[in-house]
Nanobody, 122 residues
Framework: QVQLVESGGGLVQAGGSLRLSCAAS????????MAWFRQAPGKEREFVAA????????YYADSVKGRFTISRDNAKNTVFLQMNSLKAEDTAVYYC???????????????WGQGTQVTVSS
C-alpha cells in the first residue's frame, strides 16, 4: 500500500520560512517523479513544484520561483519543499504527489498525500 505523509506545515509570519517533508512508502521511490501542489480556501488545487526521479530537473510555478526549492533524498524516500520569503497568499494546504511516469504540472499523479496546512500571517 502506497503512503505519502506530509509534515512540516504550521503558522509563520510573512517573510519567514518553512520546510515541508513528504515521506513515501510502499513504492520504489526512485522510479517516481514527485511534486507539490497546494489548495487555498475557495480555490482549485494548483501546481507548486516538481522534481524528476533523480533530481536532475526541477519545475516551479511562476508564483513561487526564486522563493521555493524542491529536493529529494532517494535514500530516505523523502521529498522536500523549502519555502522562503513566505507571503500571505502562500497560505494553503500543501499536498505531495507521486507519478510513475514523467513529471507533469497537472494533477495527473498516481498517489497523493493527505496534506499539511501552511498559514502565513501578514
Amino acid at each position: 500500500q502506497v503512503q505519502l505523509v506530509e509534515s512540516g506545515g504550521g503558522l509563520v509570519q510573512a517573510g519567514g520560512s518553512l520546510r515541508l517533508s513528504c515521506a513515501a512508502s510502499g513504492l520504489t521511490f526512485s522510479t517516481y517523479a514527485m511534486a507539490w501542489f497546494r489548495q487555498a480556501p475557495g480555490k482549485e488545487r494548483e501546481f507548486v513544484a516538481a522534481i524528476t526521479r533523480y533530481g536532475r530537473n526541477l519545475y516551479y510555478a511562476d508564483s513561487v520561483k526564486g522563493r521555493f526549492t524542491i529536493s529529494r533524498d532517494n535514500a530516505k524516500n523523502t521529498v522536500f519543499l523549502q519555502m522562503n520569503s513566505l507571503k500571505a497568499e502562500d497560505t494553503a494546504v500543501y499536498y505531495c504527489a507521486a507519478r510513475r511516469m514523467a513529471v507533469v504540472t497537472t494533477e495527473r499523479y498516481d498517489y497523493w498525500g493527505q496534506g499539511t496546512q501552511v498559514t502565513v500571517s501578514s
